[in-house]
Nanobody, 114 residues
């Protein structure tokens, strides 16, 4: 089992920045990759970014604006979000991928509005 806790969400104006963090605990040795997903009201869950030993991957809508990084020693993953747009408003979830399945955090709300 892996437990994930996100932090750093909030309200920001368009063009602003936020940094999300996700801390993992439990069977962290089993984590092969981590990622960020989001779900906006009335929409399906969308992949934002993933990070593994092979590198990072970003959703098309956030490329060039969002950056993810991972501190393997502390099993934390961050998501730096720049130039935020109203369409980035969503609940953001941290995910950890293991051979035994995918684990999810509780989510953190990001609202981009003037």
């Amino acid at each position: 089992q892996v437990q994930l806790v996100e932090s750093g969400g909030g309200l920001v104006q368009p063009g602003g920045s936020l940094r999300l963090a996700c801390a993992g605990s439990g069977s962290i040795f089993s984590i092969s990759a981590m990622g960020w997903y989001r779900r906006a009201p009335g929409k399906q869950r969308e992949m934002v970014a993933t990070i593994a030993s092979g590198g990072t991957n970003y959703g098309d809508s956030v490329k060039g604006r969002f950056t993810t990084s991972r501190d393997g020693g502390e099993n934390t993953v961050q998501l730096q979000m720049n130039n935020l747009k109203p369409e980035d408003t969503a609940v953001y979830y941290c995910a950890a991928f293991t051979a035994g399945g995918t684990f999810w955090g509780q989510g953190t709300q990001v609202t981009v509005s003037s």
